[in-house]
């Protein structure tokens, strides 16, 4: 074994260790740690080859880490695979707010509901108490997710401030995802009507200078095909001109058709690739909006290349 495996083990060995003695246990520390040492994003099987554990106790250490954030999830191949989020701010900003949400609230409400069939005046003005100092819990998390935006939105290394805007991220992340598309290819997107526009609009402006022939099909619908263009001082925007949405390069499926009252089904957008495909298979990229695919099955039904999470 060489002397950077030793070290690499003896760190595993140590974060491990560590987990023991925390709240999230062993196993979820080191699954975390192997993922952590590997420079691409891997799959659930090099996670098991890595840490020798089994199947169920990987799949379970893995939710726990999607619970707290401490890991992403990408598609590479059709292969759902993860990396460590960097962002441990973002991280406990986000198991916090989440814990408030499930946990205090629901706690909030029972009470409330239930305090007038509680005859003992005692027990009355306990619960009211408690009732109150969850309440005070609201405004604190409140408070505590701003400071934690603040934190992400102005970092200071080394005393500088860095600027990190979301939307600049998540345009920079699909023109990333096309980087190996070449320059005038045909991209056709598809979401839900009205919903996934303005964001269809916005990835389109971030390809403006690849030339691409960009198209959008409302509802999965190859029949609605319009056009995309750039529109003198107003940006790019889906204008009222047919287009012809056959052979893509690149097909881009949004979350919104994966939810319920504003898309259709999986089926359909599979059709929808199937037919307009033709000679060539394209590339398939899903925006992934508050885990929309997850929640319908699409991620195991679609054969996406790469999914961006939006989540």
């Not at 269809?200 to 029949?223: H, K, W």
């Not at 056009?227 to 925007?237: A, L, P, R, V």
């Not at 319920?260 to 089926?267: L, R, V």
């Amino acid at each position: 074994m060489s002397d950077a495996a030793i070290v690499r083990q003896e760190l595993l060995d140590a974060l491990a260790e560590i987990g023991k003695q925390g709240d999230l246990g062993e196993s979820v520390v080191r699954v975390w740690s192997c993922i952590l040492f590997k420079s691409c994003p891997i799959s659930k099987k090099e996670i098991e080859e890595g840490t020798g554990y089994s199947s169920g106790l990987v799949s379970l250490s893995l939710r726990k880490l999607k619970m707290t954030h401490m890991i992403n999830e990408t598609y590479m191949g059709g292969e759902k695979r993860y990396y460590v989020n960097t962002s441990l701010t973002d991280a406990f900003g986000k198991f916090s707010t989440r814990f408030f949400v499930d946990n205090i609230q629901p706690m909030i409400a029972l009470l409330s509901e239930n305090l007038d069939i509680i005859d003992n005046a005692r027990v009355k003005k306990a619960l009211f108490e408690l009732i109150n100092e969850c309440k005070k819990l609201n405004p604190v998390i409140h408070i505590f997710s701003r400071v934690i935006e603040d934190i992400n939105t102005n970092a200071m290394p080394g005393g500088k401030k860095e600027k990190r805007d979301g939307i600049v991220n998540f345009t920079g992340t699909f023109r990333n995802s096309v980087a190996d598309i070449k320059e005038g290819s045909k991209l056709v997107f598809t979401g839900s009507v009205s919903v996934c526009t303005p964001f269809i609009e916005l990835l389109a402006y971030s390809v403006r200078d690849r030339g691409f022939d960009m198209l959008y099909l409302p509802g999965a619908d190859a029949n609605e095909a319009r056009k995309i263009k750039k529109i003198e001082n107003i940006g790019y925007s889906v204008v009222d001109e047919k287009g012809d949405p056959m052979d893509p390069d690149v097909v881009v499926v949004l979350g919104g058709l994966a939810m319920p009252k504003f898309g259709c089904s999986a089926d359909d957008v599979i059709r929808l690739i199937e037919d307009i495909s033709g000679r060539k298979k394209p590339k398939i990229i899903g925006i992934n909006f508050m885990n929309a695919f997850e929640r319908a099955g699409w991620d195991k039904k679609i054969n996406f290349d790469t999914v961006m999470d939006e989540t």
